[in-house]
């Protein structure tokens, strides 16, 4: 089947905003979300979007949701050193509890 | 509130050895979710549980067994292992409703010779 698609690795400086994307694959999926890895670390929940919403802003957070593309993407502003790791979208196909992750998106932000 | 715990946190094994990896929350979470990640690959669901003595296969079940005796305990089983099976093992656990945080593990790393 179609995988949930990231870029495997994106490099900011610190100060810099950064923008992630993620093409999913289910278009009844209720809800998007955004995870980080932080190294030797579970995922932990960052955000997450209704899928009749186009965007959801949370502090330095930007979730931005197109629907028509199945195009998500998560802008991080004024990036700063903690935010290195590696950020995964997820999708419940069929609005069930169970969540298809992508690939993930290494991110390294430079002083 | 310790959330999610597993154990052990490494682990070398055998080809052909078995081993149980123990999955505990204390957030009386009624679903939990076994993963396994592996590089370029994102996380991929093994099995999961919808709740105490109730078991479902998830995306990549073939090798695994599991079980949910209690309700805060999810056991992943590989009863005889091998080398594909190498990967880094993540719990998680949930409540019900769609918009509840899967809170995860912080993982077992599995190499198997």
């Known amino acids: 089947g179609e995988d949930v698609e990231q870029s495997l690795f994106l490099s900011v400086r610190e100060g810099d905003s950064s923008v992630i994307n993620c093409t999913y694959t289910d278009s009844s999926s209720t809800y998007l979300y955004w995870y980080k890895q932080e190294p030797g670390a579970g995922l932990q929940l960052l955000t997450y979007i209704f899928s009749n919403m186009d965007m959801k802003q949370d502090q330095r957070l930007t979730v931005l949701l197109n629907k028509k593309d199945k195009h998500l993407s998560l802008r991080i502003a004024d990036t700063q050193t903690g935010d290195s790791a590696i950020y995964f979208c997820?999708?419940?196909?069929?609005?069930?509890?169970?969540?298809?992750f992508g690939t993930g998106t290494q991110l390294k932000v430079e002083l | 509130n310790a959330g999610v715990t597993q154990t052990p946190k490494f682990r070398v094994l055998k080809t052909g050895q078995s081993m149980t990896l123990l999955c505990a929350q204390d957030m009386n979470h009624e679903y939990m979710y076994w993963y396994r990640q592996d590089p370029g690959m994102g996380l991929r669901l093994i099995h999961y549980s919808v709740g105490e003595g109730t078991t479902a296969k998830g995306e990549v079940p073939d090798g695994y067994n599991v079980s949910r005796l209690k309700k805060q305990n999810f056991l992943l089983g590989l009863e005889s292992a091998a080398p594909s099976q190498t990967s880094v093992y993540f719990c998680a656990s949930s409540e019900t409703r769609q918009t509840d945080t899967q809170y995860f593990g912080p993982g077992t790393r599995l190499t198997v010779l």
């Open positions: 997820a999708e419940n196909p069929g609005g069930g509890n169970k969540l298809t």
